[in-house]
């Protein structure tokens, strides 16, 4: 019934009753392992707390409405919500991913399902041929990350999904980079989404946590039983965590993506820098794929010194004050990284010389501080950069 009512409202409603025994309106921590029952088999729902916890329930019920799925399973972090995952196919299943995938996720396919027998593809998906080409009659699961990491190109989903239906083959996108308040995949056609809500769906840098939402019933009862036979359940206290997080989903991704506008135009004003990725300038080559598809364009901005060399890049990153160095992204702080030396030091430098990520390449995570604030640090860096 709640679920009908527009995003801003699903946050603060969407799944969320006031608790039962006691009317508190906000969702209790039920920090227990185990639940009494009245005689053996007869109980209230819930048995042992891996399998079943009511803060994880009302988490995934609300996760559920706001990414317009059927149903949302979560785990302890987004990398084992992958492995859950990977862990519906079988040996001789072939996965093809995007090619500028997550690191972790990439290692999670290539270094642990590889060894047993789950083979792996991974190929650039501007070009629908390109991925089509591709499919083989093993081909069980298409892996979409959009936008990706740290260079911001974006894939067409519902083209993605169209191509998998076709060839009855399983998508999974990683709405991490976006969250639902830009993007739901399920709309376009997915069949799951996965994310980190260590980033935008928690949003304050305090927890470590992992969901993914099913656009059918069947394909939750799959995963809940991963969920179970496995366990890689996340504990009460970060469901809990999660969920205060979302209240404020739409407002902090908002002011992320307003300041974010603001702040790639004012990288690309400055003759100091060369390059500013930022899917919103209309220049950018996926401009319109995510004009079609989100209705903002992120958080996210990356962005190269010109002469790109790497005293110049740290300079940059050993001088901002607000901006925190650090890994990670979507809280309500601002970040400031270096990928070729810290999310991406594991790619050879050829292969990340490809894709456009050089040594001097910065990725900004634009916090919800004032933007005016947030530029002044940045220009008072690529100030130093002069000095050098
Ligand atoms: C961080 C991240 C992950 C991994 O999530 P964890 O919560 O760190 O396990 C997966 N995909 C993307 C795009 C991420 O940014």
């Known amino acids: 019934m709640k679920n009908e009512n527009k995003f801003a409202t699903k946050c603060i ?8 025994s006691s009317g508190a309106i906000m969702t209790p921590i039920f920090q227990t392992s185990t ?28 996760l559920a409405a706001l990414e317009s799925g059927a149903d949302a399973v979560c785990f302890s ?24 995938l997550y690191g972790g996720s990439y290692r999670l396919i290539t270094k642990i399902f590889d060894k047993f027998g789950i083979k792996s593809k991974f190929v650039s998906f501007n070009e629908i041929k390109t991925l089509e080409d591709n499919i083989t009659s ?28 076709k060839h009855n083959i399983m998508t999974c996108v990683d709405n991490t980079f976006a ?15 996965l994310h980190s809500a260590t980033k935008y769906l928690g949003g304050h840098s305090d927890v470590v946590h992992g969901c993914v939402i099913t656009a059918t019933q069947e394909l939750s009862d799959q995963l809940h039983f991963v969920q179970n036979a496995a366990g890689a359940v996340p504990g009460p206290q970060d469901c809990f965590l999660v969920l205060r ?21 004012y990288l690309k004003s400055n003759p100091m820098i060369d390059k500013v990725y930022w899917p919103g300038f209309e220049d950018n080559p996926y401009h319109e794929i995510a004009k079609k598809q989100m209705s903002g364009f992120g958080g996210m901005v990356s962005f190269d010194v010109k002469g790109g060399s ?65 530029i002044k640090d940045l220009e008072t860096a690529i100030k130093a950069v002069k000095k050098a």
């Open 13 to 20: 409603h969407a799944g969320i009753e006031p608790d039962a």
């Open 245 to 265: 997080g979302l209240k404020t989903l739409h407002l902090r991704v908002q002011r992320a993506c307003e300041n974010a506008e603001k702040i790639a135009k």
């Open 310 to 374: 790497l005293e110049d890049a740290h300079a940059i990153l050993n001088n901002t004050k607000l901006f925190a160095l650090a890994e990670s992204l979507g809280g309500v702080e601002s970040l400031i990284g270096h990928p070729s030396s810290m999310t991406h030091a594991s790619i050879p430098r050829e292969e990340r010389l490809k894709v456009g990520l050089t040594d001097s390449l910065i990725r900004l995570s634009v916090g919800i501080e004032d933007a005016d604030d947030l």
């Open 77 to 100: 972090s987004g990398l084992a919500a992958m492995d859950a995952v990977l862990k519906l196919l079988k040996s001789g299943d072939e996965v093809i991913a995007t090619n500028d």
């Open 179 to 193: 969250s639902p308040y830009l993007q739901r995949p399920i709309e376009l056609g997915a069949d799951l989404v």
């Open 35 to 62: 639940y009494v029952q009245n005689a053996p088999g007869d109980h209230k729902g819930f048995e042992y707390a891996r399998t079943h916890n009511p803060t994880r329930r009302t988490l995934e019920t609300q």
């Open 138 to 165: 093993n081909t069980k699961l298409i892996w979409v990350e959009t936008p990706t990491n740290p260079m911001l190109n974006i894939v067409d989903i519902k083209a993605v999904c169209e191509l998998a239906k």
